[in-house]
């Protein structure tokens, strides 16, 4: 390899005014020992002395070719280009193959060129692109969204240019057109709302392009912090015959609808057979079943009985065929006036599921760390700008750990997410900044480096009650029993403690099933994680793992306890203490990023009234 650099710099010392076109070999080269360059000249001397190497300018050419591709793919990735420490420049001198979709582009020097800032969603930033009009029609390539790949030379820009590279092209490989009159997303400031009706397009956009990266970070880190720390991945069912919220807000799978349109329209082309027709078939298995027998009587061939019982078998199989389809009726199965599962294809009612934690609950009961991260669903006629038809979830489960295990696995998990952003996603995060929010990096660096306060509902509810007495409106009533809402939630992180708060010990009417009842019998050890801008991100507990009691926790609260039978085995064999908790993935999102509306930073939002795509 050494002998390799010296022509390197041989080579760039012949061809290059600049040593800053291979800084990287310059540098190397001047750090070595004398030694190490004596040792080197001899390698090289020897080298260029031998037939059988390889020319002095095959070398160089090697050096100087390309820069490195996309494993899989035939093209660099901009962000291999621009995101280096130097901005690119090092790469100065070298050839690239770049591919992307034009965000501006423009003609200049009356049409004799053209500027395209090219992006391919590797990074924020832009590669600026010079192509020649002897290379193309410019007209096809300046307009925004067009795709353009191309071959061509880095080159340092003019003094005092923004960028630190650019391309010059040399070839035009593929332009992937665009009509400018006819493309829903113009080269102007678009809101978020109206790229909500192009969800097939918007990811083109520099705002849901940042958060696609920020969203794929945070999934990332999220599989890099568990697997640091023991747990398995298991992958939950999204059917599930389980409700385990309890609170009934749940999509049904079911054929029984798709069944009884096919019906219908079979029907309509081929009646169901009458009460004649069946009659008839019945008269012909008799008339068939007399001739078998009256071959028998008469001691026949075998050959001609059995000719007749084959009769009778397809007589007796058609009866059938006519019966069955006689009972055929349009609509929905029915029994005792109720809809007929039976019929249905699990043959029982299934819904898709709003958590895999009682599933999952199941594994950690046999490998004691466990995480599951899916999506989940959830029928709630909402329209708020915090409420999703399906979203994601992270639920990890802990075995042979209490409430506050649970707290600290929470609060560690949410501080690496926060540190993962500012030490892997920065540069969106800045754009984020600039864009949206001006104070998310901050934030997440207080919530990164910041002990999360701890206080008990009953105290929570104490300094609200306090917040009010001193003059705070607030929407929703204060009172002990009640569900903290959004704007209580906000106050405590936001005014009350200027920090994450976890809160701990809610009432158990307000709570599910599933959770551990505390000895004063009054309140579950479940806890909530609040975070400035969202409020809740983090809802978990201690589970109830003694049999009896969450029997009787079950009957309370009105739900039936033969779905939930497999449920209970695992307090009735090898029952353990264990916790667990969900983070809303979206909601972390939304309070990184600094965004208002949660149906911007999910690819395909599902929300009432609309399922695009």
């Known amino acids: 390899m050494d002998g390799y650099k010296g022509m390197q710099w041989t080579q760039h010392r012949k061809e290059f005014d600049t040593p800053i076109l291979l800084g990287f070999a310059y540098f ?50 901009i962000r291999s280009i621009i995101s280096r420490p130097d901005g690119g420049s090092g790469l100065a001198g070298q050839n690239a193959r770049v591919g992307g979709w034009v965000k501006t582009g423009r003609k200049a020097d009356k049409d ?20 020649d009009a002897s290379l193309g029609d410019l007209g096809q390539l300046v307009p925004t969204g067009t795709c353009v790949v191309v071959d061509g030379h880095l080159k340092v820009p003019p ?24 493309y ?82 079979e029907l ?42 084959d009769q009778l078998k397809k007589a007796k199989e058609n009866f059938s065929k006519v019966e069955e389809r006689s009972k055929l009726k349009p609509g929905v199965p029915q029994k005792d006036g109720k809809v007929d599962y039976t019929k249905d294809f699990f043959a029982r009612q299934a819904f898709l599921t709003v958590s895999g934690q009682l599933q999952v609950e199941s594994y950690v009961c046999a490998l004691s760390s466990v995480y599951t991260f899916g999506p989940t669903f959830r029928a709630e006629n909402s329209h708020t700008s915090r409420h999703l038809a399906e979203f994601w979830m992270v639920e990890p489960e802990i075995a042979f750990a209490d409430l506050k295990d649970d707290m600290n696995c929470a609060e560690a998990y949410v501080k690496f997410l926060c540190q993962w952003l500012l030490d892997n996603c920065l540069e969106d995060m800045e754009f984020m900044a600039d864009k949206f929010d001006k104070g998310c990096i901050n934030r997440l660096k207080m919530v990164a480096s910041t002990p999360f306060v701890r206080v008990s509902y009953t105290e929570a ?35 009350k403690f200027q920090k994450p708060v976890i809160v701990y010990n809610y009432p158990k009417e307000i709570k599910a099933f599933y ?33 009896d009691v969450i029997q009787s926790r079950i009957k309370e609260m009105n739900l039936p306890l033969e779905p939930y039978e497999w449920y209970l085995d695992l307090r009735r064999y090898g029952t353990v203490k264990h916790s667990g908790f969900g983070l809303g993935f979206e909601r972390m999102i939304l309070f990184a990023t600094g965004l208002e509306n949660i149906r911007d930073v999910i690819p395909f939002p599902r929300y009432p009234g609309r399922a695009d795509l």
Request: charged share 30%; with cysteine; hydrophobic share 40%.
């Open 28 to 77: 190397q080269f001047n750090n070595h020992s004398s030694d190490s360059l004596r040792r080197r000249r001899r390698r090289r001397r020897k080298t260029m002395a031998d037939p059988s190497s390889p020319p002095t300018d095959q070398l160089a050419a090697a050096t100087l070719s390309e820069v490195p591709k996309a494993e899989f793919s035939d093209r660099v990735p």
């Open 112 to 131: 004799a060129f053209a500027f395209l800032e090219l992006n391919d969603g590797s990074s924020a930033g832009n590669l600026q692109v010079i192509v």
């Open 159 to 182: 003094a005092g240019a923004k960028q630190k590279i650019e391309l010059r092209a040399d070839k035009v490989l593929h332009v992937g057109p665009v009509d400018p009159a006819k």
């Open 184 to 265: 829903p997303l113009p080269k102007m400031r678009l809101t978020l709302e109206f790229l909500r009706d192009f969800v097939h397009l918007r990811s083109r956009t520099n705002t849901i392009s940042a958060v696609a990266r920020i969203r794929n970070a945070l999934a990332y880190a999220t599989h890099t912090f568990f697997n640091k720390h023991g747990f398995l991945y298991v992958h939950t069912p999204i059917i599930t015959t389980s409700d385990c919220e309890g609170a009934g807000e749940m999509f049904q799978v079911t054929t029984l609808l798709s069944e009884a349109e096919r019906l219908e329209k």
């Open 268 to 309: 309509l082309q081929n009646p169901a057979p009458t009460e004649a027709d069946v009659e008839a078939a019945r008269v012909v298995v008799q008339e068939k079943g007399e001739v078998v027998s009256q071959l028998k009587s008469a001691k026949a061939s075998k050959q001609d009985i059995g000719a007749a019982v």
């Open 461 to 495: 509810v104490e300094i609200l009650e306090e917040a009010v007495k001193n003059g705070k409106k607030f929407e929703n009533e204060v009172k002990w029993g009640i569900d903290l809402a959004s704007e209580h939630e906000r106050y405590l992180t936001e005014v």
């Open 515 to 547: 959770m551990r009842l505390n000895d004063d019998s009054k309140t579950v050890a479940a806890m909530d994680v609040l975070v400035p801008k969202v409020g809740e991100l983090v809802g978990g507990s201690q589970r109830e793992e003694r049999y």
